[in-house]
């Protein structure tokens, strides 16, 4: 049979084209894979909000958009501003109320009111009696600040937000530099920088935890934080690793960050490994709040077995102990970890320190 040999290109040719692309295509999930670790993912406010089941308590629900009770719990509610809505309104709920923002470029900030489903308790700002006292989506609170006012007094409170009782943990939003990467799906928001807003004793909070481990209880907590917080602060095990949460002691600097790692001996251990491996400077100030079992660490430094099962955001902000974390390597190729506390005694200055061998720390509770 006769074939035109002078028309099939030889196999030389298709070997350097072929290199190329599986160089160009190595190379692409090679820095994509490196940069997952460290980059800090955040979620796009401006489309959804960050939507929940409700908890059963002893609290009326009431959905924000038509007004009616949400019944045995059936509903959601955005753990970010407190927006709650049943199963046919979310997508209304999404569309008309604004969720909490993330990132502005107006230092002019504004309460960002949201109406109804007030805590328990809630005493008005300005003529300091309860809230809520009629059923109903009745009355207001910030979700920044926290205050809670009754809807005749609202005129009576300043138009600007001052960010209430725990200014000095919350990156304000102006504070959030983004930037927008786009893929052939959807587009994504990355933290880019973090600005210093210029507050006496500022030191941002930042918070994460496993949503799937502590039975569930990790969840809990990232949710009642997402609350309190720039929503940007909280960060989930179960998404990012820990070098995306401590990426923020680079954005901060030469601020130091406070840590509050939610979870267990197998959490703290991998977030203080993460630290020593990253050698931080400045280190963050690292606060536990022990889930679920095996809190032996936890239980060293203080801290007690065990979390309650009610999270009380405004209790725990407030009881708080937060540690320095030294490591020094030793000539045995140990590491230890020096945890070191400077407290008032009797009018004195302490200093408490713990020490736990890393090497150990991590043998025991991979």
Known sequence: MWTNTALIPPFGVFVPVLSTVIICFASYYFFKWINGDVIVHIRDATKNHSWTSLRMSSKAWYCSICESLLLNGIGVYCDCCGVC??????????????CKVITSKSEVFLHHWVKGNLPLGALCAICKDDCSMEPGLV?????????TVHTECLKGLEKECDFGPYKNIIVPPWCVQVARMKSSIHRHLLLRGVQDPGWENWYPLVVVANRKSGNNDGGVVLSEFRKYLNP??????????????????VLVAPKPIKLLIAGGDRTVSWILSSVHKMDLDPQPAVSLLPLGTGNGLSRVLGWGKRSHSEIDVEKLIGSFTFYICLFVGLPCEQTWCICTIAAKVANQT????VYYRLSVLNRLFR
């Open 139 to 147: 009355d207001f609170q910030c979700c920044w600040c926290q205050r």
């Open 85 to 98: 809505a049943d199963t046919d309104c979310i997508k209304k709920a999404n569309k008309r109320l604004q």
């Open 232 to 249: 940007v602060q909280v960060l989930d095990l179960a998404e990012r690793t820990p070098a995306a949460a401590l990426q923020w002691s």
């Open 350 to 353: 302490a200093i408490k320190r």
